[in-house]
């Protein structure tokens, strides 16, 4: 008994070393976001954290703490960073020598945002410009970030009609879309506003300035946004039809692989797409048959449900569906950079990323979900992971390697506040490539951890950084 207590005495010790307010011997640094009840409704103010920094308090996850605004939503674009609150949207700039500094904050927001989108290098005669955009319901809102602009203004409104299902940038394009089929496109050169109606959208994706979208109807559409092709009779969008389901079901989800120029003198162009009965298939483009549409190279039927995410990169094929996050995984056979079928694609792994939802009526049910994808995360190139929370209200995220669903890491709240967010993002400061988990809490916190696993997975130490933005 002597020893077993004394063993018990050296576990409690361990563990509150390991879980110390601190954080650990990588622990990087502790920043404190601004207080919202000083600023007027209409303010939209640049500043930077001082030298003093608040001590940092201890949160239950047992008892959420709703009195402090939690984070909903986090984008970043390079070295750029939007954190949206409930009334709020801040933004940050990271440099290498300064480190993290505040930018902007916004006007106080008449309704709560459901989506976040941010363009950190627009270029306006010669003079660079960063832009913020929000959506509640139909409603879009821009604002101009800019540093070096201290009274940072709304730049655009836009009201859309029906509720904004995506919101994101493409270059300098800003692009909202519905999944009734209305793609809205703003061009911050151009400060002008082109809206279309198409088929109903089930899922899309992006490849450098490409956008594809994947309709009700089977069929999948491009559109160029960086020659923003506008047809000549009606002034409309120029939307291309490329491929169409051989069964004509419903394209639920969407991946775009360019490969390297090693075929010949331009890229292979593959697609892999899911559908809303299961089956997963993949259509190549080949640098000898341009102009010849896209042939269908691969069929797979191992789903029984819809697949909500698929993702085909240089080494594996992975697709989710939508019972209990349901992953099956590939490996991909390629000769000279390009998909082949001798001997094709071999299955890898079954595994499921469960994700419980919050019961109506309980206390997490009050917590935002909205930011919360699983993945995959990372380059197509190299090995992606997956993000897990497990339960709602939780102190900790799974790192899962995205082709086999083995568990790397967990990452774990410093101070123990419920996460409510999650992002995964590359900044690239003085062209050195750092990928980031970043992870916004119930008590207005957000906490950012530098993420080697995916830069090497044989590193026997998961090294992260904790930075933590504490609202107020």
Same mark, same amino acid.
Request: proline share 4%; net charge neutral; aromatic share 8%.
């Given at each position: 008994?002597? %020893?077993?207590?004394?063993?018990?005495?050296?576990?409690?010790?361990?563990?509150?070393?390991?879980?110390?307010?601190?954080?650990?011997?990588?622990?990087?640094?502790?920043?404190?976001?601004?207080?919202?009840?000083?600023?007027?409704?209409?303010?939209?103010?640049?500043?930077s954290w001082g030298a003093e920094l608040p001590r940092l308090a201890a949160h239950?996850?047992?008892?959420?703490?709703?009195?402090?605004?939690?984070?909903? =939503?986090?984008?970043?674009?390079?070295?750029?960073?939007?954190?949206?609150?409930?009334?709020?949207?801040?933004?940050?700039?990271?440099?290498?020598?300064? *480190?993290?500094?505040?930018?902007?904050?916004?006007?106080?927001?008449?309704?709560?945002?459901?989506?976040?989108?941010?363009?950190?290098?627009?270029?306006?005669?010669? &003079?660079?410009?960063?832009?913020?955009?929000?959506?509640?319901?139909?409603?879009?809102?821009?604002?101009?970030?800019?540093?070096?602009?201290?009274?940072?203004?709304?730049?655009?409104?836009?009201?859309?009609?029906?509720?904004?299902?995506?919101?994101?940038?493409? *270059?300098?394009?800003?692009?909202? =879309?519905?999944?009734?089929?209305?793609?809205?496109?703003?061009?911050?050169?151009?400060? +002008?506003?082109?809206?279309?109606?198409?088929?109903?959208?089930?899922?899309?994706?992006?490849? !450098?300035?490409?956008? =594809?979208? #994947?309709?009700?109807?089977?069929?999948?559409?491009?559109?160029?946004?960086?020659?923003?092709?506008?047809?000549?009779?009606?002034?409309?969008?120029?939307?291309? &039809?490329?491929?169409?389901?051989?069964?004509?079901?419903?394209?639920?989800?969407?991946?775009?692989?360019?490969?390297?120029?090693?075929? #010949?003198?331009?890229?292979?162009?593959?697609?892999?797409? *899911?559908?809303?009965?299961? %089956?997963?298939?993949?259509?190549?483009?080949?640098?000898?048959?341009?102009? &010849? #549409?896209?042939q269908l190279l691969q069929t797979f039927t191992v789903h029984r449900s819809p697949?909500?995410?698929?993702?085909?990169?240089?080494?594996?094929?992975?697709?989710?569906?939508?019972?209990?996050?349901?992953?099956?995984?590939?490996?991909?056979?390629?000769?000279?950079?390009?998909?082949?079928?001798?001997?094709?694609?071999?299955?890898?792994?079954?595994?499921?990323?469960?994700?419980?939802?919050? !019961?109506?009526?309980?206390?997490?049910?009050?917590?935002?979900?909205?930011?919360?994808?699983? *993945?995959?995360?990372?380059?197509?190139?190299?090995?992606?992971?997956?993000?897990?929370?497990?339960?709602?209200?939780?102190?900790?995220?799974?790192?899962?390697?995205?082709?086999?669903?083995?568990?790397?890491?967990?990452?774990?709240?410093?101070?123990?506040?419920?996460? %409510?967010? +999650?992002?995964?993002?590359e900044f690239d400061p003085s062209s050195r490539s750092r990928r980031y988990v970043?992870?916004?809490?119930?008590?207005?916190?957000?906490?950012?951890?530098?993420?080697?696993?995916?830069?090497?997975?044989?590193?026997?130490?998961?090294?992260?950084?904790?930075?933590?933005?504490?609202? +107020?």
């Open positions: 008994l002597p %020893t077993l207590h004394t063993s018990a005495k050296t576990l409690l010790l361990a563990e509150e070393h390991q879980n110390s307010s601190c954080g650990d011997i990588l622990f990087y640094a502790y920043l404190s976001a601004p207080s919202f009840e000083n600023l007027p409704a209409d303010s939209a103010s640049s500043t239950s996850v047992s008892r959420l703490d709703l009195d402090h605004d939690p984070v909903l =939503l986090i984008n970043g674009h390079h070295n750029f960073l939007a954190v949206a609150y409930s009334h709020r949207v801040c933004c940050l700039r990271r440099k290498e020598a300064l *480190g993290w500094e505040l930018v902007f904050v916004s006007p106080a927001l008449s309704h709560c945002p459901e989506h976040l989108a941010v363009n950190a290098k627009v270029s306006m005669s010669s &003079q660079a410009q960063r832009f913020a955009a929000v959506a509640s319901g139909g409603n879009i809102t821009v604002w101009n970030a800019t540093a070096a602009s201290a009274s940072a203004t709304e730049i655009t409104k836009h009201d859309l009609g029906n509720p904004v299902d995506a919101l994101f940038f493409i *270059g300098n394009q800003l692009v909202a =879309l519905n999944n009734a089929g209305k793609v809205a496109v703003w061009n911050s050169m151009t400060r +002008h506003w082109k809206v279309q109606t198409i088929t109903p959208i089930t899922s899309h994706d992006t490849a !450098g300035s490409s956008l =594809l979208l #994947g309709c009700a109807n089977g069929k999948i559409f491009y559109i160029d946004m960086e020659k923003f092709p506008l047809r000549m009779k009606d002034n409309d969008l120029l939307v291309t &039809q490329l491929y169409e389901d051989p069964c004509r079901e419903a394209v639920t989800a969407l991946s775009v692989y360019f490969t390297p120029k090693m075929c #010949g003198n331009s890229n292979w162009l593959e697609i892999a797409y *899911g559908t809303s009965s299961g %089956t997963v298939r993949v259509i190549v483009e080949h640098p000898e048959t341009l102009g &010849q #549409g896209f697949v909500n995410r698929v993702m085909l990169g240089e080494k594996h094929l992975v697709s989710v569906c939508s019972e209990f996050n349901h992953v099956r995984t590939w490996t991909v056979t390629r000769f000279r950079g390009c998909l082949s079928t001798q001997p094709g694609s071999l299955p890898l792994a079954s595994f499921n990323v469960i994700s419980l939802e919050p !019961g109506r009526g309980t206390e997490a049910a009050q917590l935002p979900t909205c930011s919360s994808s699983i *993945g995959p995360f990372g380059d197509h190139d190299g090995d992606q992971v997956f993000v897990q929370r497990v339960v709602p209200v939780t102190q900790e995220l799974y790192i899962r390697l995205s082709s086999t669903g083995k568990r790397l890491c967990v990452l774990h709240s410093v101070d123990n506040s419920a996460i %409510t967010a +999650h992002y995964v993002h970043m992870t916004g809490h119930a008590n207005g916190a957000l906490q950012v951890l530098i993420d080697h696993v995916f830069v090497n997975l044989n590193c026997p130490v998961f090294r992260h950084v904790f930075i933590l933005f504490r609202g +107020h």
